[in-house]
Structure formats: structure tokens, C-alpha cells
């Protein structure tokens, strides 16, 4: 009897939610207001000008904020339902940008007088830190599922806003090393929740924190990298500045996931890291994009990061690579042996 398969690739598309024109427009003047601000602070004339720091991070708050406006633009939620992970990342960006630029209209006050400046930049300074550790909680979707998530982030805005208060009182300023220094601890203390919510994500929300894991990793092997240059040679030399601007790799990969690993050339990123990535099932344009960013730091971690081949997916073969001869089908007596055994390499 002879069988014919069909082997025609079907592909079935399904149709895409499309945010509201409202919810665009919000996100949009969001976005118009940060840059606004990333304006005002830095045509604020200070003496001795700009540092390298405030620069990077008014840049980072307007990377951020753009951003927020592609994921809004590529939203999974219809128009009737608001996407609140855009709605972070604007507001985080927007706080960003209020306190660098509060803080360098403080430097106008006197050093022995303590303004509504000085204390609007302190506070907010404080709240960025506590609305990127709800942003990192929330990830991927911006929703906080279990009583804990939420317990964590009520207690961390308390935190913020009695440290922020405490430090008015005191008359205390909150520069942007210690900035830096608190959005670190947040990130690490979110590094556990982000880690269980990956094991239980699938579809889009699976593949945006594999983007977001993407840029850590990138951001966090060029700070490294850059610190040991620091070091050894003394280069370069605005060291925060460029740890910080490496960051930039974060918003960046997960807005442009839409074009690369998304919507036009697959789901999911093409590489298998422990403990973020599943088995690849992405296309080979994805594959060939994630393979070439990743290759300068791919190599050293191929023995320790990378699965087996055996355990991405089971394999049809043996592990010799030859068929086993099925003895009962085509050796069975008054059996004839088919073309089909000929072709697999049977007899």
C-alpha cells in the first residue's frame, strides 16, 4: 500500500490586538513631557557644567521613555484594556528625568539652604528606585500576581517615601551614586521573583523577559569588561558614566524584539542560556541575529550555559546516527521487503 504525505507548510496567523489611539496618545505624551524635562535640565546652567553621569542619565531617561512608547505601540491587549508594562516604564523614565533635572536646579540654591529643588529631587529620586523595583516584579506583563508581589511593592514605596521624607527633614541629599547604589539592590532582590515568573511564562510574555534577561547580561559583561580596562590602564576614565550608559542595551533590545525575535522573524530568541532560555524554536533570521550579538561573550560560557544537544528536544536517531533494522516487518518470513525499509537504509 502505498501512502502520500502532504508536506506543505501551512502558516495560520492569528489576528493581533491593536492598543487603543487613546492609550497610543498617553503614552506618546508621556514620552513628549520626559524629553521636555531632559530638555530643562540640561540647558540648566550650572557651574562647572554637566558631568558625564547626568548626561548618560538624561539619556537613559529618554531611552526609557521612547521605549515605553514602541511597547505600548506593540501591545498584546485590545483596545479596551490598558497595558500597564508601558505605563511603568513611561513613569519611571518620567520620575528619572524630574529628579536629574530637580537636581541640577538645586545646585542654583545656596549650600547652606535647603529648597523645594533640593527636596522634589531627593524624594523622586528615591520613588524611581521603588517604581523600577515594581517594574522588575511585574515583568512580563506588568502585573503583580500574589499577595507577596504586591506585599513587597506597597512596602517598598513606605520605604522610599519615609526615606525620601526623613532625608528632607534632615536636610540630607540624595546624590546619584546612592541613586545607582539602591536601583542595584532592588534589581537583585527582584532577581528571584524574576526567576519563577520565567519557569511559569510562555507565548510573548516568555520571550519578553528572555529580551529583557538579553540586555542584563549584555549591559552587565560590558560593565565588567569596562572595569577591568579601568583597572589595568586607567581607561576609560568616566567609569560610572559608561558602566551606566551600557545599560541603554536593556530598553533597547526589548523595544526592538518586536522587528528581530517578534513579530517578522520569529518568537523567541534562538540561543539557550540557563536559567532564562527554553529550547530554541525560533526561525533562522532570529537565529542568525542573536548569534551574531552574542558571540563575543558565547564563547567563554558555551561549557557552562549551554545545554546539551540531547536535551533540547528529543531526536529521532539513535546516537550512533544509523537506524535500527526492525527485524519483525522486513526479516519476518512471507514478509517482502518494501521500498520504503530500501530508502531508510534497511538491508
Known amino acids: ?80 484594556q ?67 508581589r504586591r506585599t513587597a511593592v506597597v512596602v517598598a514605596y513606605v520605604a522610599a517615601l519615609a526615606a525620601g521624607l526623613s532625608l528632607v527633614i534632615g536636610k540630607d541629599a540624595f546624590s546619584i551614586l546612592e541613586g545607582g547604589i539602591s536601583w542595584s539592590i532592588a534589581a537583585v532582590a527582584a532577581l528571584i521573583p524574576l526567576r519563577l515568573r520565567h519557569a511559569s511564562a510562555v507565548g510573548h510574555d516568555r520571550e519578553r523577559l528572555q529580551w529583557f534577561a538579553i540586555g542584563a547580561i549584555l549591559a552587565g559583561a560590558i560593565a565588567l569588561v569596562v572595569a577591568v580596562l579601568h583597572v589595568l590602564i586607567n581607561w576609560p ?21 518586536h522587528w528581530v525575535g517578534g513579530r517578522s522573524c520569529g518568537r523567541s530568541p534562538s540561543w539557550d542560556l540557563w536559567p532564562w532560555c527554553p529550547p530554541s524554536t525560533s526561525s533562522s533570521c532570529s537565529a542568525w541575529a542573536t548569534s551574531q550579538a552574542m558571540r563575543p561573550i558565547a564563547r567563554p560560557w558555551a561549557f557552562r550555559c549551554w545545554r546539551p544537544v540531547s536535551q533540547r528536544s528529543p531526536s529521532p536517531r539513535p546516537a550512533n546516527g544509523s537506524w535500527a533494522r526492525p527485524p519483525d516487518l522486513s526479516m519476518a518470513p512471507g514478509k517482502r521487503r518494501t521500498r520504503s525499509f530500501e530508502l531508510l537504509g534497511v538491508g
Open 82 to 148: 490598558v497595558d500597564p508594562y508601558p505605563l511603568l516604564i513611561a513613569a519611571d523614565s518620567l520620575l528619572a528625568a524630574v529628579a536629574l533635572a530637580a537636581g541640577r536646579l538645586a545646585q542654583h540654591e545656596s549650600i547652606h539652604s535647603y529648597g523645594a529643588a533640593k527636596a522634589v529631587a531627593t524624594i523622586v529620586a528615591l520613588l524611581v528606585t521603588a517604581v523600577s523595583f515594581h517594574l522588575l516584579l511585574a515583568l512580563p506583563n506588568g502585573q503583580l500576581s500574589g499577595t507577596g
Open 1 to 80: 500500500m502505498d501512502v502520500v504525505v502532504n508536506e506543505t507548510a501551512v502558516e495560520m496567523r492569528m489576528p493581533q490586538a491593536k492598543p487603543s489611539s487613546s492609550q497610543v496618545a498617553l503614552h506618546m505624551l508621556l514620552f513628549v513631557v520626559t524629553v521636555v524635562i531632559v530638555i530643562i535640565g540640561l540647558r540648566t546652567h550650572v557651574v562647572g557644567g554637566i558631568t558625564a553621569v547626568n548626561a548618560v542619565a538624561f539619556g537613559l531617561a529618554t531611552v526609557w521613555a521612547l521605549g515605553a512608547v514602541v511597547t505600548g505601540r506593540f501591545s498584546d491587549r485590545s483596545s479596551g
Open 237 to 257: 576614565r568616566p567609569l560610572g558614566a559608561v558602566a551606566a550608559g551600557s545599560t541603554v542595551l536593556v530598553p533597547s533590545l526589548d523595544g526592538s524584539r
